[in-house]
C-alpha cells in the first residue's frame, strides 16, 4: 500500500505538488491523469525517493519513505519507465536480470537464483522465447513487456509506471494495459500514469486527477471521471457516450459547415 498525505513540492519557488493526499491499496489500479505540468512525474519522483525535498508524507506499507534507503525501496516500489533506448546492447535476459540486482551485493554477478527469477517473470508475461534476442531489436509493444518483467524480478508488490503506452500503437496498448490489469487483479498495486482518460475508464479502479499540481478529482473511476472533470482538467468539451463495452469518451468537435 501507498499513502500520501498533504504533500507538497517546489522546484525553488515554483509550487508543483500542492497538499496531495491519497491512498492505493493492494490489488488496485490507480491511474494518474493531469495535463502536461500538473505534476505527475514530480509525485512519482517523491515516491521513489528521487526528490526528498517536501513537505508532507509518503507512506510504504506503513513505513514513512523517508527512513528508507534506495535499496530498501527497492524491495518495496519497482518503477517501469517509458521506452527509452538503453546506452548499450543487451540481451532481453540481460534486462530482466537487473531487477534482481538490489538483492545481491553490488560486485557480484547474478547467480543461478536470480537467473530463475527472471526467467519465471518473462514466462509470466510469455516472454521467455525472448530471452537471448537483443533488447534493442524488439518491438515497442515487446520492449515494454520486457520492463514490466524487469519490475516483477525485483519482486516487489508495488509498481509505478510512468505513461507505459505512449509510444505503442494501439493493438500493444490494449496488450501491455490487459497485462497491467492482470497483475493489480493478482495483488499488485499500480500507480500508472496516463494522457487517455480512456485507458482509465477501461482498466483503472480509481483515478487521481491532478491539475496545476493539486488534486482534482480521486475515488472510483467512474464515479469520478465525468465530462466536467475533463473539462476542468484539460480544457476540453467531452460528453460520454454508454456503450457495452462501457463509456466511451468523445469530443464535442464543432464543423463549420460549408455552401
Known sequence: ??????LNFAYEKTPVLRDVSFTAQAGTLLAILGPNGAGKTTLFRCILGEQTRYTGTIAVDGTDARTLSTRALAHRIAYIPQIHAPAFRYSVQDMVLMGTTHRISPLSAPREAQREIAYSAMRRLGIESLAEHDFSHLSGGEQQLVYIARALAQQTKILLMDEPTSSLDYGNQLAVLSTVR??????????????????????????LALHNGAVAAQGPTREQLTPNLLKAIYGTDIRMLQTDSGPMILPNIHKEEHT
Do not use: R
Open 1 to 6: 500500500m501507498i499513502s500520501v498525505s498533504h
Open 182 to 207: 492482470t497483475l493489480a487483479d493478482d495483488g499488485y498495486t499500480v500507480l500508472l500514469s496516463t494522457h487517455n482518460p480512456q485507458h482509465a475508464i477501461w482498466y483503472a479502479d480509481e483515478i
